[in-house]
């Protein structure tokens, strides 16, 4: 008989949700992770009373019922809405591009007039009939000043190369809304934790084993020996040695600022979209949760290449990284005392919604 039945490598979302089911069903679980806390990348600090997202914005979103209440069962959540603005050399924009942002670039006022402006701007680039990057994708969907405007700097900031060298997939759609909605998602439900993620995170894990500061590559030889699975959601190239090659991701850093001030920017996120901003976005924590305290706290977030000394956020899923991953994939179907899951060992951009989900499905599969 082995200490545990499940090894959990990751305390993220996919494996406190994992840990927490399989803990109701009477099975032990020891969860690990690197990091010196819960959460993974959705883990919050409380600073000053407010509740820093550590690794980016995060905002709870789904239309699945099932799954939203499952996360209100642990903790209750707000009504915060997300409602980016563009900040493009000085002028504010309203995302995503709805009636008001048409408003601002053209000073059009009903549905017709802006379908109108927008044909007439994809006119000019009705002779690219395939798109042969997203450059010439985003002309063809939406015309010049848009493109100019609101998605070109932005995006070459996020991939690190100019807009001719990045896959036309990318942008296979502008999704333009001819309402006065600044609501950034579609879906039915949307809120943030009230208290923060960790909050969250925290109440699933709550009488399971936890060890931080446990490199699983490290200590594997011991770990393995002490349960019967192993739930895996690490990078999926790491597990076996990058024995095909390295896959790649974008990475970021972040500029973290506590101001002595009660209001910086007015919204929580703020994109700037010229190139010649370095930081693609201006984070401003407290809004996510309406808080009037009487500092603030922002963060300023860089993309850039991924190496060893920083963390992997946003697979590249261009063919070259596709076809890698498949060769994983494949290795990966023959172990059956291994379970992979998650963002980094499905090599997938999940919302949390998604990985919530798919966690649950993982554990019905066991059971």
Known sequence: MKQYDYLIVGAGLFGSVFAHEATKKGRKC???DKRNHIAGNVFTENIEGINI????AHIFHTSNKEIWDYVN?????NRFTNSPIANYKGKLYNLPFNMNTFYQLWGVVTPEEAIAKIEEQKKEYAHILEPKN??????VLGGKDIYEKLIKGYTEKQWGRPATQIPAFIIRRLPFRFTYDNNYFNDIYQGIPIGGYTKLVDKLLEGIDVRLHTNYFENKDELDLIANKTIYTGKIDEFFNFEFGELDYRSLHFENHLLDKSNYQGNAVVNYTEKEIEYTRIIEHKHFEFGTQEK????KEFPHEFSKDNEPYYPINDDKNQELVAKYQEKASLLD?????????EYKYYDMHQVIEIALEA???EF
């Open 30 to 32: 020891l969860v690990i």
């Open 296 to 299: 603030t706290y922002i963060t």
């Open 134 to 139: 997203l450059e010439e994708q985003a002309l």
């Open 53 to 56: 997202h550590k690794y980016g």
């Open 73 to 77: 069962s642990f903790v209750e959540f």
């Open 363 to 365: 554990v019905k599969k």
């Open 337 to 345: 005392k291994v379970i992979f899951g998650g963002r980094l060992a």
